[in-house]
């Protein structure tokens, strides 16, 4: 059963206004969950586009004049930007003195939780980290969508001495998205998400970086086929996002590449050895893991319709 939800929500703060950060703005609008949105960042252009477009209602350029707006502040920049946004934000609220609920919504939470520790001592108990799993090749807040998060998770990742009635406002406030809420621990977060996404993008990147600087680049891209274009397209992805993300999670996505190129070096083998059956085998389960992924996928996409 859920705790009560206590503080109030009615002031949302973005900080950082891009595709994320304003298409959450949108879907809380809508949803009724919040009744102000107001932006903060170093780009007035943006932030002015945003109430043109009425993602926002106001923005400020001053942090603390943002902090003490807020119920709720949304750490919306790159993941080591928002490490440096917490380094920054956090030794301005007094302890005890209450201030927003805190929450971000990066792809990488050790950094973050090192960073919150780095700057008081530990993670205060009303900054509860965060992750939606959703984004787009698109960027900024010209790209914002209210059905952005719906039928996506999003990754709780509480700590202990983190408020429960905080954690359950961060979980109230994504749940009226339409996202699916779940909690994992940070360390996990990191490790699962460095399989799942991080090396994937790193994958597409490295081939397409290396298929361009290829004498027949021409050709290949010339002829390329739906399954290039398919398992290729997130190279299309920020780079400076994916940069920081990269670094950010090193160590666990040192180890999925590791695990990659041990599996890789293997498949070279048998190609080597012309192993029909290595080949066959390593094939085979992959096909296997694979519709047993896409099953999952499918119904739990019924279970939501």
């Known amino acids: 059963m859920s705790r009560q939800v206590t503080y109030p929500a009615d002031t949302v703060v973005i900080l950082g206004l891009g595709l994320i950060g304003g298409s959450l703005a949108r879907a809380l609008r809508r949803s009724g969950f919040s009744k102000r949105f107001v932006g903060y960042g170093h780009r007035e252009p943006s932030l002015r586009r945003g109430v043109e477009l009425g993602v926002i209602d106001d923005f400020t350029l001053d942090l603390d004049q943002a902090i003490g707006q807020a119920d709720i502040l949304v750490v919306c920049t790159p993941t080591l930007v928002a490490a440096d946004m917490l380094r920054d934000i956090l030794p301005r609220l007094a302890p005890g003195e209450g201030g927003p609920v805190i929450t971000d919504v990066a792809s990488v939470k050790g950094c973050l939780r090192d960073a919150a520790t780095g700057a008081v001592?530990?993670?205060?108990?009303?900054?509860?980290?965060?992750?939606?799993?959703?984004?787009?090749?698109?960027?900024?807040?010209?790209?914002?969508?209210?059905?952005?998060?719906?039928?996506?998770?999003?990754?709780?990742?509480?700590?202990?001495?983190?408020?429960?009635?905080?954690?359950?406002?961060?979980?109230?406030?994504?749940?009226?998205?339409?996202?699916?809420?779940?909690?994992?621990?940070?360390?996990?977060?990191?490790?699962?998400?460095a399989a799942t996404s991080h090396l994937p993008h790193v994958l597409a990147y490295a081939l397409v970086d290396a298929l361009a600087q290829s004498a027949a680049s021409a050709d290949i891209f010339r002829f390329a086929a739906g399954g290039f274009r398919?398992?290729?397209?997130?190279?299309?992805?920020?780079?400076?996002?994916?940069?920081?993300?990269?670094?950010?999670?090193?160590?666990?996505?040192?180890?999925?590449?590791?695990?990659?190129?041990?599996?890789?070096?293997?498949?070279?083998?048998?190609?080597?050895?012309?192993?029909?059956?290595?080949?066959?085998?390593?094939?085979?389960?992959?096909?296997?893991?694979?519709?047993?992924?896409?099953?999952?996928?499918?119904?739990?996409?019924?279970?939501?319709?």
């Open 121 to 193: 001592g530990a993670v205060p108990p009303r900054l509860v980290l965060a992750h939606p799993i959703a984004g787009s090749e698109r960027s900024g807040v010209e790209a914002s969508d209210a059905d952005l998060f719906i039928n996506h998770r999003v990754i709780l990742t509480p700590v202990e001495g983190n408020d429960p009635a905080a954690v359950e406002l961060v979980r109230a406030m994504w749940a009226s998205t339409g996202a699916e809420v779940v909690d994992m621990a940070v360390d996990e977060h990191d490790a699962v998400l």
């Open 230 to 305: 398919d398992f290729t397209r997130i190279a299309s992805s920020d780079p400076a996002m994916w940069r920081d993300i990269a670094i950010a999670n090193g160590p666990a996505l040192l180890d999925s590449i590791d695990l990659f190129s041990e599996h890789l070096g293997r498949l070279r083998q048998a190609v080597v050895d012309q192993d029909a059956q290595e080949l066959f085998n390593t094939f085979t389960r992959a096909k296997q893991a694979r519709d047993e992924f896409a099953a999952v996928l499918a119904e739990r996409g019924q279970r939501k319709s």
